[in-house]
C-alpha cells in the first residue's frame, strides 16, 4: 500500500522519544499485490506512520533519519550489482538482502518478514543483526504495531550499550596511555625517599602541562625535574611529555645545569605549536653523599626545603634565568645548595600556590602561605606521600573547591639516622666485622 512520503523533521532513528509518532518503512516486491501492511492501531496516543518501497533501490531514497522502523521482506532481490555469495564466494547467502540493509541503515530497527514454513531462516535472521522476525500469515495490526515498539526499544538500548561500551574502551586506552607517559622515577640504589602527587586541572583527564621526573646517574647524583607548559589542552601536556622525555635523556646522556637547560629551549622551540607558548622549569642536580646539590631554576617558583630541627623555607631564587622559550640567548647559572644530613625538598608547580584563600577568595595562597602550610603539617609529623596529600588537600580546602590549574608535587627525603643504622645493621651482620675491642659506637 504506498503512500505518499509525510514531510518529517529530521530525528535520528535511535533517540525517538517515548510518546512521539513512529515511521515504518515497508521494504517487499509484490508484483501481485496481495501483501498489505494491515491497519495499525494507536497506542498511548502514538500513531505509526508507513512507507513502502518496491525494491531496495526506491528503499534508499525513502530511508531517512526519522525512519523509526524497517520490516524487510527477505525474499526481496538485491540490486542489480550488489553480490549475494557467502563468505566463501561459491554459496548463496539467503540473507544477503537483509546484510545490506544492516549496511545501510545501521542505527535502524529491522524487523524480517518470512513464510511460515521458513522458521529457521526467520531465527538466523535475528543472529545476524534484526530486532525479531514476524510470519506473513499471522500479521495482524496488533502483532504489528507492538513489534515495532519492541524493535525500536531495543535497537535504541542495543545502540546505548554499544556508544556506553565505545566510550568505556576509549577512556581506558586513554587513560593507558596517558598513564603510560607519566614518570616512574629510576633511583635504585639510592638513599633517598621518592614521593609525587599529580592532578591535571583538566575534567576526566589524567594528564596536563605539568611534568616531573627523577633519575640517579651512574655517579650516585640523584637528578630532579619539576615543569610547568603554560597552558592546559592537550597540546600542552604532548609538550610536557616532550620535555620530560627530553631532560631523561639529556640527563642521563650527563648534561647538567645551563648546557642541559639549552638544550631543552631548543626542544622546546622546534616542538611548540605557537612562539607564545613557554614553559618554567626548576632543575636540582644532589651529590651521591645526599649533603649538597646544584640548583638551576628557569622561571619556575623556588623549592621549598626543612631541615631536622628547622622549619621549612624556600630555597634562593634571584640567580634564576627565564621560563624556556622566552629569550633565545638565555643563560641559566646553577647555585650550590647545602643541604645537611637530614632533610625533605618539595619541587612543586605554580597551581599548588595559585588557589584562593580568605573569607571572600581575594588573595592566592602564594608561596609564603604554602610555607606556612607545609610548617604545620611537618609539626604534626606528617611526611612523604601523607605530606604532599595533606598539601594538596589544604589547598582545595583553602580555595573553595577544585584547584584549575594542573597541580604536580614532588618531594624527596632523607633521613640520616636511618641510613646510619641501615649501615650499622649491614655492617655487623657480615662475617669479620665485629666491633674491635675499645671500638666506640658510631652516633646516631
Known sequence: MPVPVPQQRTVPAAETTHGADLTLLVITDDPAGTFTVPELPSAAGTRVRVRTARNLTEAGRLLTDDVDCILLDLGLALPAGVRADGPDGTAHDELATLKHVLRIAPRHAVLALTAEDDAERAADAVRVGAQDYLFRGELDGRLLSRAIRYAVERKRADVAQRQLTESRLRAQENARLERGLLPTPLLDGSDLAFAARYRPG??????????????????????????????????????GVELRIAWRALTLAGLCGDDLLSTLQQVLEHERQSEEIFATLCTVDIAPDGRRAGLCIAGHPAPLIARRGQAAQLLPQEDGGPALGLLPQARWPRRQIQLGGSWSLMMYTDGLIEGRVGPVGTQRLGQDGMVAMVNGQLDGGLGGEALLEAAVARAQELNGGELTDDVAVLLLERDETRIRRRDGGAMRSRPGSARPAGAQRPPL
Open 202 to 239: 583538566r575534567s576526566r583527564a589524567l594528564l596536563g602541562g605539568d611534568f616531573y621526573d627523577t633519575v640517579r646517574t651512574p655517579d650516585g647524583t640523584v637528578h630532579a625535574m619539576i615543569g610547568d607548559v603554560c597552558g592546559h589542552g592537550p597540546d600542552e601536556a604532548a609538550l
